[in-house]
């Protein structure tokens, strides 16, 4: 059968992997054989900005928690001045962690959980941010990254989370905040970093991070590599692998012209996690009541088939990019991005739409496909700088987006794929069935799969003008302001056995942010905000689901923006000479005009949900060798005005008037921290705990709170090389990550022990 049409280029990556792994393991020799004799420094070591976002060669504390200010020119304060919640997650926390991608980064930040994909809503990133789904509302240096992906951090160098609706920022959605990825860019210094990680499961990870100067310094060049390879503790079957690279080059490093050239590609190839199901209230209902997951009495089950199921992605993305400082206080930026990602699968979803789980012992195999890929193309100008006026210190940015964003989805036609009532079980009905306590993925799969070349082309063009300031009233007194207006074209085409549908949506909406900060000392603020956002219908250019799709009935639905609003009052301190921060923040964030379903495939926007909350975090050294990266969040949601019960126009029974949202844990917590013991050894540890979260509206399926710990210790072998052992999920919790709407939820990992080797010179 033919099951991928992603475009792979003819170098294999097993071979890049042993590439790297050959440079990776000649350069440590050398380094180690040095050890007996060479385990002190023997002069001044240059430092190694890991940590950096600028390409000034400054010098910077790269191994500190904290952050003092956003990458982003939009953010024209320091954080510490910045009227809203923001998390920086460093490039040393993500060292420490042993974080190898977003949801792994993630972690760390509570108050954002992921939900899970299927068919319709693609696998992929899915963040919950404050109880609102922002998988459309992730930036990659400032830019929208669109498109169903699972995102690597091998080019990352730290991960903003901005909470709060965000539209004034970035444009469409982000109701409850959005994530902007910096990439790795070239710097003032030469440098080779590396590491190869061996560890539980059959990991192997490779990378290498070299930057290099040239033209007398003015430039540079930076390549980073990866190869990843793992099974998944305490599930069988399950495999992940993926390899990327990202050369990227800049001139005028030092001089009022800079030119930077980029570009991503990373592919993988998956046998994917199929979930497991949920069970249900007894073995006569016909409805969940409050249910979670239910695997059989062995977390270990896996109820896809090694023969039918797979996971295909790519992803490319180049940029070009152009920095001129006009005078010292203006700065004038292009940015120029195409963008492609793609992904192909076919995957088992343990569906007990039949109620086999109960009655029977037995799970339905239901097959979820997709074939889709996401094209961008963005260029946008910033100018910003400060200046003073009418005796007060502006400092600001402005500029203009334009964005055509295209998505083609189909998939694979499966059959039979016909949702059985599984009387039997061991691969009965040709492999569609499977024991709910023993299940068998080598199976075998008497069924075909075909290329389907139905389905959806959806294309969206934005333009966007936008402003932010500033201004200093006095020492003591700031307002922040900031206002974007967006218009947001989208037209999908659906090509159907059925005929050929069009439907369009033409958009245009204003977005705004206010915040009053006052210092009542130079190293803190107390602060007052306000700020808007605006999701369109079809925001997600088809690769999601947004509450109202645009091929579901729209001929008789109301499809205005809907609209969120955020009232925050808030505080930030630095102490503990200004290396420790601590933040707190109350807040209520309004979505008015939700799109609800309030008849047969029809949706009006009368919808209305809100969350109140309290955040609180810490992120810095509370000695210099104690460090912290904390937080804590609580999430109060209701659906105050949730419409019918229904799912893709379908009405069913009941109301969810009144309901918890779903993917919003009440309480979150998460705790990072590291103690230098000496010079060369650091230990650390982590727990993370999570409140139950529902999965759907209606509040009948969730899965179970949870508490996971963490350690680490790191002990500088030589200046050259470095080791670090992580042991994730301690003490082998069996937990859920992800909570589906219907019928499955997804575990995490087990005990997962690595072993890092790194180098650095």
Known sequence: MSRTILKIPA??????????????????????????????????????????????????????????????????????????????????????????????????????????????????????????????DTYLDGVRDTGGQSREIFDIESIEVSKGPNSSFGGRGSAGGSLNLVSKTPQARDFTNGGFTYGSDQTRRYVLDVNRQFLDDSAAFRLNLMSHEQNVAGRDAVNYDRWGV????????????????????????????????????????????????????????????????????????????????????????????????????VLTQPDDSKFNVNRYGTVWRRANSRVS??????????????????????????????????????????SPNANPVCTTAKGSLGGQCTSLSNPNPDDAWNGSV????????????????????????DPKWLLNVGL??????????TNAVAGRTKIKDDSQFFNWQAGLVWKPVENASIYASYATSATPAGGLVGEGSDG????????????QPEETVNYELGTKWDLFHDRLSLTAAVFRTEKKNTRILVDALT???????????????????????????????????????????????????????????????????????????TPKLTVGGGAFYVDEVYGDVGNTV?????????????????????????????TDKTYYDKAFSTHFANQAAGRTALLTTSFHF
């Not at 926390?93 to 993630?106: H, N």
């Not at 600001?396 to 334009?402: A, C, D, V």
């Not at 109202?548 to 499809?559: E, R």
Request: aromatic fraction near 10%.
């Open 603 to 677: 949706y009006q926007n009368a919808g209305e949900s809100q969350v109140d909350g309290i955040e609180l975090s810490a992120s810095g050294k509370i000695t210099d060798q104690w460090q912290v990266f904390a937080g804590y969040s609580y999430l109060d949601s209701e659906l105050v005005k949730s419409g019918l019960n229904g799912r893709n126009g379908v009405v069913s029974a009941g109301s969810s008037k009144g309901n918890q949202m779903p993917n919003t844990p009440k309480n979150s917590f998460s705790l990072w921290t590291t103690y230098e013991i």
């Open 702 to 730: 969730y899965v179970p709170s949870y508490t996971r710990y963490d350690a680490m210790a790191s002990y500088k072998l030589t200046k050259n090389v470095d080791l670090q052992l992580n042991v994730q999920n301690l």
């Open 11 to 136: 170098s294999s990556p097993r071979m890049l992997a042993s590439a790297i792994g050959v440079a990776l393991s000649a350069g440590s020799a050398a380094h180690l054989a040095q050890a007996a004799e060479n385990t002190e420094p023997t002069g001044e070591r240059n430092p190694i900005s890991l940590g950096a976002t600028n390409i000034t060669g400054q010098e910077q504390d790269n191994t500190s928690y904290q952050v003092e200010k956003a990458s982003s020119q939009k953010y024209t304060a320091p954080l510490v001045d910045t009227p809203r919640s923001v998390t920086v997650v460093p490039q040393q926390v993500l060292k420490d962690t042993a974080a190898t991608s977003l949801q792994d980064a993630l972690r760390t930040v509570p108050g954002i959980t992921f939900g899970a994909g299927e068919g319709g809503n693609p696998q992929g990133d899915r963040p919950f941010i404050r109880g609102f789904d922002a998988q459309g």
């Open 246 to 345: 990202a050369p990227s080059l800049t001139f005028g490093l030092g001089t009022p012209t800079r030119v930077n050239l980029s570009y991503y590609h990373m592919e993988s190839d998956d046998l994917p996690d199929s979930g497991i199901p949920y069970g249900y209230g007894s073995s006569t209902a016909t409805a969940h009541v409050h249910d979670k997951p239910n695997d059989g009495g062995d977390s270990n089950n896996f109820y896809g088939l090694k023969s039918r199921d797979f996971r295909k992605t790519r992803a490319d993305i180049s940029t070009f990019s152009i920095e001129h400082d006009l005078n010292d206080n203006m700065t004038l930026k292009n940015t120029l991005r195409h963008g492609s990602t793609g992904q192909d699968y």
């Open 373 to 414: 890929t996401t094209t961008t193309t963005t260029n946008q100008t910033d100018l910003f700088g400060s200046f003073q006026a009418l005796g007060f210190k502006h400092t600001y940015s402005t500029g203009l987006e334009f964005t055509g964003e295209e998505t083609r989805v189909s998939g694979y036609t499966v």
């Open 450 to 473: 075909a290329r389907n070349y139905m389905g959806t082309n959806t294309k969206a063009t934005s333009r966007a003008a936008y402003v932010f300031d500033t201004i200093e009233l």
């Open 548 to 559: 109202n799709p645009l091929s579901a009935g729209a001929a008789t639905s109301d499809l």
């Open 484 to 493: 974007r207006y967006d218009t947001f074209d989208t037209e999908a085409n």
